[in-house]
Structures are given as C-alpha cells and as structure tokens.
Nanobody, 123 residues
Framework: VQLQASGGGLVQAGGSLRLSCAAS????????MGWFRQAPGKEREFVAH????????RYPDSLKGRFTISRDNAKNTVYLQANSLKPEDTAVYYC?????????????????WGQGTLVTVSS
C-alpha cells in the first residue's frame, strides 16, 4: 500500500493550498480517508475525515470553514483544500486510510499513512 501526498509548499498568510494524496495497493473506494498534521514539537493532530460511502466529512471545530476534504474514487485520490492559511497551520500534513470501525479523529485508528507534505505559512 502506498499513499503519496503532494501539494505542500510555502504560502503567505491568507493564501490557499490544495493537497493531494494518491493511493495505490488498496481498494481506495472502500476506505474512509483522513488528513492529519504535525507541527515541530507537537503531537499529530486531526484535520479532516471523509466517509467512504456517504462522503460525509468531519473536521475539528477549530478548522471548520477553512479546510475542505474531498475524494475522487476514479483517481484513487483524496484532497485537502486549505484556505485562509495562518502561520499556525505550518506543519507536515499526512493522509491516512482508516481501519473500518475505528475512531476517525485519532491517529491510532488509521492503518496506512502517507509520507507527509510540508506546508509552511509565512506571516
């Protein structure tokens, strides 16, 4: 299984980025997918989740309205649109595939992880 995240980079505060995560080696359309992030010296933090069949999305309250997760099952790809970025959004962003029945908001619920893509937001 491979999850290849891309799209990170350097952006000014207030800007936007669209992250992508291309999956291979698994039945992508049958997995819930999530995005997490980890800033230096901090724990990995839940960012977004999308259900495999309903495409219902979930976010932490702190990110609602700025981040949007979506998926294209035909391309085996999950996306994260990040708008109105702030310096505190600076982190490595990871995509992951959820173990069926596990909690979507905790990293331990996810079985497969991408390598991460770095997002740096300058002030």
């Amino acid at each position: 299984v491979q999850l290849q995240a891309s799209g990170g980079g350097l952006v000014q505060a207030g800007g936007s980025l669209r992250l992508s995560c291309a999956a291979s080696g698994l039945s992508f359309s049958t997995y819930d997918m999530g995005w997490f992030r980890q800033a230096p010296g901090k724990e990995r933090e839940f960012v977004a989740h999308i259900n495999w069949i309903t495409t219902r999305t979930r976010y932490p309250d702190s990110l609602k309205g700025r981040f949007t997760i979506s998926r294209d099952n035909a391309k085996n790809t999950v996306y994260l649109q990040a708008n109105s970025l702030k310096p505190e959004d600076t982190a490595v962003y990871y995509c992951a595939a959820l173990v069926r029945g596990s909690s979507y908001y905790t990293p331990s619920g996810y079985s497969y992880w991408g390598q991460g893509t770095l997002v740096t937001v300058s002030s």
